[in-house]
């Protein structure tokens, strides 16, 4: 069972930057961060394979996210910049074996995280 912690979520208004941290007991192939917002399904927004650092992005978030790594920390991070109010919603940090933006790829879920944007 591998086990993530999701840190760095907060409150801040539309333009803002927050950097969200994600600590993973183990390393799998893939890291990834997802959102959901209230009565939304849950999104994938970017993933990140630890081997080759190759990159997705949703495209809700191409140019204004950046998702990076410390291997040696076996640790995430999605810096976010310009946020939206529609960057609103719960931050999930995730891991596999398989690397996507769809729920069903992943094998492991942190807890969440808040992130609030206001207007």
């Known amino acids: 069972q591998v086990q993530l912690v999701e840190s760095g979520g907060g409150s801040v208004q539309a333009g803002g930057s927050l950097r969200l941290s994600c600590a993973a007991s183990?390393?799998?192939?893939?890291l990834a961060w997802f959102r959901q917002a209230p009565g939304n399904e849950r999104e994938g927004v970017a993933y990140?394979?630890?081997?080759?650092?190759?990159?997705v992005y949703a495209e809700s978030v191409k140019g204004r996210f950046t998702i990076s790594q410390d291997n040696a920390k076996n640790t995430g991070f999605l810096q976010m910049n310009s946020l939206r109010p529609e960057d609103t919603g719960i931050y999930y940090c995730a891991t596999g074996t398989r690397c996507g933006l769809l729920p069903r790829t992943i094998d492991y879920w942190g807890q969440g995280t808040q992130v609030t944007v206001s207007s």
């Open positions: 990140i394979n630890f081997a080759s650092r190759y990159s």
């Open positions: 183990e390393r799998r192939n893939c």
